[in-house]
């Protein structure tokens, strides 16, 4: 847990804190990567790193040969470089309660990342919203927002990806 919550902060939002360079693409080569951690006193090996890689259960890394990226989430600048993909009729978003308000009157928005994250389905939905509460999980109309022109990607582990869901898209459960 400690290598994939380490490999996540230096992959998607703060590579130069150890002093590693992201190339456009978001990869990192694997052996910098090691060295880097262990010379600001995190050590793991590449043993260590592939396990992580192979069981985190939302597929957070991608490894290609030698080289390392985080699937989505980056704060940092990078190019997935994902084609444009046709969304099921319906995503879905978790959050909670205090943020339904802004929601209502904007929609989701990127925030601090590239892009709005949505799920495939509600309990991995509910899954991400109970990481900050208890979860409300909101269907979001991603057929008619490609109908309509907004464009969608995948990422390898699943997560869809738009820059924003207007709020006309979302449908909020009842109770909320």
Known sequence: MKVSKYLSKHLRHQPERI????????W???GTLIEAAAAH??????????????????????????????????????????????????????????HLDAIRAEGLRPMNRH??????????????GARRGRPIVLSVDAGAMHRDGHVFQVSANGVWLTDAVPPGYLRFPESH
């Open 19 to 26: 002093g590693i360079t992201l190339d456009d693409g978001g």
């Open 28 to 30: 990192v080569d694997i």
């Open 41 to 98: 006193g995190f050590r793991f090996t590449r043993a260590e790193l592939d396990h992580v890689v192979a069981e985190n259960d939302k597929q957070r890394f991608a490894v290609e040969g030698d080289r390392i990226r985080a699937s989505q989430g980056h704060s940092v600048e990078v190019d997935l470089d994902l084609p444009a993909a046709t969304p099921p009729a319906y995503l879905f978003h978790g959050t909670v309660a205090r």
């Open 115 to 128: 892009a709005v994250h949505l799920s495939p389905d509600r309990d991995t939905a509910t899954r991400v």
